[in-house]
């Protein structure tokens, strides 16, 4: 009798946890963007974004959801996130000194699966 109400109290626990992590979860599609350092020239900035590029276009979904930012208030599956548009731009800035120096900036358009929190 003792087995079968440890069993019993296992089974309920068991299952109030993992309703916890039950539930319908929706793709959420964001965007973002990463800034690089200062460059001298157009050239360097662009080649300086297209390796930004190369390397967050390279990460898994782990690591990318490690670079990204995403609502916090939300149950996030860091296995699903994936970049679904992905481009370099060059702003154009005026450093203290008075020079005009060029910053690459990745822009990346990505989605992940999350739910709310209960």
Known sequence: MIKVISLASVFLFS??????LSGSSSTVVTNGSLNG??????DAAFAAGKDM?????????????????????SVV?????EIR????????VITSDGDIAYQPVVNINYEYKAR???
């Open 15 to 20: 299952s109030v946890a993992m309703a916890g």
């Open 37 to 42: 350092d200062l460059e001298m020239s157009k």
């Open 53 to 73: 590029l190369m390397d967050i276009n390279n990460k898994t979904p782990f690591e990318l959801s490690k670079s990204v930012n995403y609502k916090s208030n």
């Open 77 to 81: 599956d860091r296995s699903s996130f």
């Open 85 to 92: 548009d992905s481009n370099v731009t060059i702003r154009e």
């Open 116 to 118: 709310q929190r209960d």
